[in-house]
Nanobody, 119 residues
Framework: QVQLVESGGGLVQAGGSLRLSCAAS????????MSWYRQAPGKLREFVAS?????TTNYADSVVGRFTISRDNAKLSLQMNSLKPEDTAVYYC???????????????WGKGTLVTVSS
């Protein structure tokens, strides 16, 4: 069974930086794409950034130039710089992953980590 566990959230002042991590665990993982989403209070969950198995990245317009997504094997990271109060949200790790013994591609979500940016 695949599990995604996020870490690195916390409280930071506007203009500061945080680095989020997401560790994927399971047997025989083959990762297709991994992404970060976020959900602010009272709002829908929204896409933040993604990275494919060959390293192609994509970002939401609101974070371009400030956030950087990267992956090292089964560990996904999100470097967040120049944080703004509007970046406050629960950040979720999402993965499209093939795992053993089923050898079926499925999508998985982590439970999220809270990022709070104070003004």
């Amino acid at each position: 069974q695949v599990q995604l566990v996020e870490s690195g959230g916390g409280l930071v002042q506007a203009g500061g930086s945080l680095r989020l991590s997401c560790a994927a665990s399971g047997s025989g993982l083959s990762i297709n794409v991994m992404s970060w989403y976020r959900q602010a209070p009272g709002k829908l969950r929204e896409f933040v950034a993604s990275i494919t198995s060959v390293g192609t990245t994509n970002y939401a317009d609101s974070v371009v130039g400030r956030f950087t997504i990267s992956r090292d094997n089964a560990k996904l990271s999100l470097q967040m710089n120049s944080l703004k109060p509007e970046d406050t949200a629960v950040y979720y790790c999402y993965g499209v992953i093939r795992a053993m013994p089923s050898n079926i591609i499925s999508s998985y979500w982590g439970k999220g980590t809270l990022v709070t940016v104070s003004s």
